[in-house]
Every structure is written in structure tokens, then in C-alpha cells.
Nanobody
Framework: VQLQASGGGLVQAGGSLRLSCAAS????????IGWFRQAPGKEREGVSC????????YYKDSVKGRFTISRDNAKNTVYLQMNSLKPEDTAVYYC??????????????????????WGQGTQVTVSS
């Protein structure tokens, strides 16, 4: 079981990036996927998550209206489209996999312990 996060980079404020989370060794179809991020000197925080079907998605207030999570189960990949990036979005971004029940409550969907497998992280740096 492996998750590979990619797509990070350096971008100016106001720019866009699309992160990808690709799975190998298993199919993502039955799992919820979450994106988390950790800024220097800060705790890791949840950013967005999506249900196994893709019909449900959730966002932290700080990224609502700017980030969009989606999934393509045929490609075994989940995406995080990030627009209107701000310097405060600078962080290492991680994707993580959890059971479908992970999204059952507000608390559950942002609890890291509910996510069983984690990708290695991809750095996003937004310059002002």
C-alpha cells in the first residue's frame, strides 16, 4: 500500500497548483481521502477530504472557495486544486487514506488517527 503525493512547488501569491495523490498496490475506490498540511513550526492540520464516491467533500474554512478536491477512481488518483494561493498556504501537504466512515462527523474527518495510510508529502511554497 503506497500513496504518492506530488505536484508541489514554488508559486507566487495568487497563483495555482494542483496536487495529486496516486495510489499503488490497491484501489482507492472504497476509501475516503484527506489532504493535510504542516507549516514550519506548526501542527499538522486537515485541509480537505473527500468520500469514496466523490459525492461528499469538505474543506477547512481557511481554504473554502479556493481549494477543490476531486477524485478519479479510474486513475486511482485524488487531486487538490489550489487557487488564489496565499503565503500562509506554505506547508508540506500530505494525502492520507481512511475508511469510508472517516467522514461521518466533523471531528472524525479531521482526526489524523482515522487515516491509516499516509503519503510522503509534497512541499508547497507561496511567495509574497
Amino acid at each position: 500500500v503506497q500513496l504518492q503525493a506530488s505536484g508541489g512547488g514554488l508559486v507566487q501569491a495568487g497563483g495555482s497548483l494542483r496536487l495529486s495523490c496516486a495510489a499503488s498496490g490497491f484501489t482507492l475506490d472504497y476509501y475516503a481521502i484527506g489532504w493535510f498540511r504542516q507549516a514550519p513550526g506548526k501542527e499538522r492540520e486537515g485541509v480537505s477530504c473527500i468520500s469514496s464516491s466523490g459525492r461528499e467533500s469538505y474543506y477547512k474554512d481557511s481554504v473554502k472557495g479556493r481549494f477543490t478536491i476531486s477524485r478519479d477512481n479510474a486513475k486511482n488518483t485524488v487531486y487538490l486544486q489550489m487557487n488564489s494561493l496565499k503565503p500562509e498556504d506554505t506547508a508540506v501537504y500530505y494525502c492520507a487514506l481512511g475508511p469510508a466512515s472517516t467522514l461521518r462527523s466533523i471531528r472524525a474527518r479531521w482526526t489524523e488517527a482515522n487515516y491509516r495510510y499516509w503519503g510522503q508529502g509534497t512541499q508547497v511554497t507561496v511567495s509574497s
